[in-house]
Antibody, heavy 130, light 106 residues
Framework: QLQLQESGPGLVRPSEALSLTCTVS??????????WGWIRQPPGKGLEWIGY???????YYNPSLQSRVTISVDTSKNRFSLKLTSVTAADTAVYYC??????????????????????WGNGTTVTVSS | DIRMTQSPSTLSASVGDRVSITCRAS??????LAWFQQTPGKAPKLLIY???NLHSGVPSRFSGSGSGTDFTLTITSLQPDDFATYYC?????????FGQGSNLEI
């Protein structure tokens, strides 16, 4: 059974970078049709999609975070990572890693990916505070 | 960004009841919609994908319907484990966005 486990510091100082890793077990990160991504949830609030990556390295990010976020993949270790720079208190949240399943539709007008989240990690709490 | 609006935000019900939660998209998303259930302190769980497809292992009392901009999650014969917060999410276009959540309480 596929499992995802987040790891990383629980406390990050303002203006520094937040770095988390998600280790995948019970399945290969090299498989298709999966993207591997991150979603966060501030305390008492709703869910925000951060972005995802394909095992080949193709990434898509939420434009609201794009200037500060990087998602990378290490296929040799079957894991992927999130880096968020210049954090503030607004980045305090539970961060979930998640597998996305779906398909990409190719039309003459362009490429249209449609991937939903089918497996989630348990989440890790990150607090931004001095 | 596509805005997802759920109603109601809070819903009171009893064991055995049938309830429905609606989700409206700010523009057409075809059927690219998923529903999730979240209990306190836990990660969300997928219930429904592509508007009406039941995820593996999810009880058949959960069902989804709709297309375009209007969608519904229906739960028949509520069980104690069903009291939770429910979220819809569109995956039609980037960035993928969630509804604000609907809290189903006793």
């Amino acid at each position: 059974q596929l499992q995802l486990q987040e790891s990383g510091p629980g406390l990050v100082r303002p203006s520094e970078a937040l770095s988390l890793t998600c280790t995948v077990s019970g399945g290969s990160i090299n498989s298709s049709p999966y993207y591997w991504g991150w979603i966060r949830q501030p305390p008492g609030k709703g869910l925000e999609w951060i972005g995802y990556i394909y095992y080949s390295g193709t990434t898509y990010y939420n434009p609201s975070l794009q200037s500060r976020v990087t998602i990378s993949v290490d296929t040799s270790k079957n894991r992927f990572s999130l880096k968020l720079t210049s954090v503030t208190a607004a980045d305090t949240a539970v961060y979930y890693c998640a597998r996305h399943l779906g398909s990409t539709i190719f039309r003459r007008s362009g490429t249209y990916p449609h991937y939903y989240t089918d497996v989630w990690g348990n989440g890790t709490t990150v607090t931004v505070s001095s | 960004d596509i805005r997802m609006t759920q109603s109601p935000s809070t819903l009171s019900a009893s064991v055995g009841d049938r309830v429905s939660i609606t989700c409206r998209a700010s523009q057409s998303i075809s059927t690219w919609l998923a529903w999730f259930q979240q209990t306190p302190g836990k990660a969300p769980k997928l219930l429904i994908y592509q508007a009406s497809n039941l995820h593996s292992g999810v009880p058949s009392r959960f069902s989804g319907s709709g297309s375009g901009t209007d969608f519904t999650l229906t739960i028949t014969s509520l069980q104690p484990d069903d009291f939770a917060t429910y979220y819809c999410q569109q995956y039609d276009s980037y960035p993928y966005t969630f509804g604000q959540g609907s809290n189903l309480e006793i």
